[in-house]
């Protein structure tokens, strides 16, 4: 099973919005509205902050928000801050012979 | 206080065995699916293994099929990893992750304890 694809890197200013793209195929994120996903600060462990592809678990902030078209999910950060600048992968269901599959990571960057 | 708390990580050589555990607290343990995601030095986050809540399912990633055992026992709110033929590639931060929902399963963590680490080297 192959890790789905995310972007190496993304930076944005504080205040701008940014997306960061992650792309399966019809076995996971395409056939299914199971996508997660998760930020990670150095050293620390992963924080669920989407999960159904849209869902935003209790306590995270409303600038975080999910979509899907197809086979590629998105995670748009909007009104960037300091503090979102981590790593942030997605993960979603796979009807394949495991059962989760996680993107590659992305580096988020606030210049 | 919702908290998992994993333990049992260490240096062992190649071949060797290591069993993790992971202790719940703060939410009824036995009606969540657990999981079992790593991270080697460096790299990004992998799945392991999964098990639902009356163990009955269990998944496993095809890098530890055969190698890695899942179990839990709900008595003692605490989920457990057995691996055997340890490899170097299995070096890796192991965190023990809950399930965002029991039942439907959602396929979300949102529970994660602060890892273990496994260090598989001579």
């Known amino acids: 099973q192959s890790a789905l694809t995310q972007p190496a890197s993304v930076s944005g200013s504080p205040g701008q919005s940014i997306t960061i793209s992650c792309t399966g195929t019809?076995?996971?994120?395409?056939?299914?509205?199971?996508v997660s996903w998760y930020q990670q600060h150095p050293g620390k462990a992963p924080k669920l902050i989407i999960y159904?592809?849209?869902n935003r678990p209790s306590g995270v902030s409303n600038r975080f928000s999910g979509s899907k078209s197809g086979d590629t999910a998105s995670l748009t950060i909007s009104g960037l801050q300091a503090e979102d600048e981590a790593d942030y992968y997605c993960s979603s269901y796979t009807s394949t012979t495991t059962l989760v599959v996680f993107g590659e990571g992305t580096k988020l960057t606030v210049l | 206080e919702v908290q998992l708390v994993e333990s049992g990580g260490g240096l062992v050589k190649p071949g060797g065995s290591l069993r993790l555990s992971c202790a719940a607290s703060g939410f009824t343990f036995s009606s969540y699916s657990m999981n079992w995601v790593r991270q080697a030095p460096g790299k990004g986050l992998e799945w392991v293994s999964s098990?639902?809540?009356?163990?009955?399912?269990?998944y496993y990633a095809d890098s530890v099929k055969g190698r890695f055992t899942i179990s839990r026992d709900n008595a003692k709110n605490s989920l457990y990893l057995q691996m055997n033929t340890l490899r170097a590639v299995d070096t890796a931060v192991y965190y023990c992750?809950?399930?965002?929902?029991?039942?439907?399963?959602?396929?979300?963590?949102?529970?994660w304890g602060q890892g273990t680490t496994v260090t598989v080297s001579s």
């Open positions: 019809s076995s996971d994120v395409g056939g299914y509205n199971f």
């Open positions: 159904e592809g849209t």
């Open positions: 992750a809950k399930e965002v929902t029991a039942n439907p399963r959602r396929y979300g963590m949102d529970v």
């Open positions: 098990i639902n809540s009356n163990s009955r399912y269990i």
